[in-house]
């Protein structure tokens, strides 16, 4: 079953814009992290939170936990048309697990 | 070129027949990963290795099989290919310590 649910499912937004997805959990996480996926491409790693970390960045990108909520969020500042991608959050849980459980994702839109 | 590579690209399959998926990887990353992506379910995963030798059960193991007889290669068997094991396949792998996973390009398989 999906651990995380990335929300919206699809967001369009215009060139320069911020964009902000939200991921929630439902279980106990070591970290959480996020990827990218440009169409018919494999994955790519993004970033990782762990589960006593509250905040990250790396370049445009902002990544917030709250362990209480179980819930994450990812902020692309100044968006580009090449950020045009799908992004998934994923959980890593247990003690020595090094599995991760993906979200469905969010399709996001750059508009030029 | 460090990476993982996948083979074959794609593949249209006879329902019933047996079919291997390759995966390589030369970062000498201790896990190793299959999932299916599958339009709006995420991905999901099928098997993982944790180390040369040992294998486990993801979210959604059954009719597929894995081995891991060296750290660089972990191929995936079809034994008897049906339909809805049509699905895009990646292959993953992470340095442990680490935790990021690194994917590869993807398999693309129909099974008819």
């Known amino acids: 079953s999906q651990q995380g649910e990335e929300d919206p499912q699809a967001l369009s937004i215009q060139e320069g814009e911020n964009a902000t997805m939200n991921c929630s959990y439902k279980t106990s996480i070591n970290n959480l992290q996020w990827y990218r996926q440009n169409s018919g491409r494999g994955l790519v790693h993004l970033i990782l939170i762990r589960s006593n970390e509250r905040e990250k960045h790396s370049g445009r990108l902002r990544v917030t936990l709250d362990t209480s909520k179980k819930s994450s969020s990812l902020l692309i500042t100044a968006s580009r048309a090449a950020d045009t991608a799908s992004y998934f959050c994923?959980?890593?849980?247990?003690?020595?697990?090094?599995?991760?459980?993906f979200g469905k994702g969010t399709k996001l839109s750059v508009i030029p | 070129i460090a990476g993982i590579t996948q083979a074959p690209t794609s593949q249209i399959l006879a329902a019933g027949r047996r079919m291997t998926l390759r995966c390589t990887q030369d970062?000498?990353?201790?896990?190793m990963y299959w999932y299916r992506q599958d339009l709006g379910l995420g991905l999901r995963l099928i098997h993982y290795s944790n180390t040369a030798g040992t294998t486990g059960k993801g979210e959604v193991p059954d009719g597929y099989s894995v081995s891991r007889a060296n750290t660089d290669d972990f191929p995936l068997t079809l034994a008897s290919a049906v339909p809805s094991q049509t699905s895009v396949y990646f292959c993953?792998?992470?340095?442990?310590?680490?935790?990021?996973?690194?994917f590869g390009p993807g398999t693309r398989l129909t099974v008819l």
């Open positions: 994923a959980t890593s849980s247990g003690a020595g697990s090094y599995q991760l459980t």
């Open positions: 970062m000498r990353h201790n896990a």
């Open positions: 993953a792998s992470s340095d442990s310590s680490r935790g990021e996973q690194f």
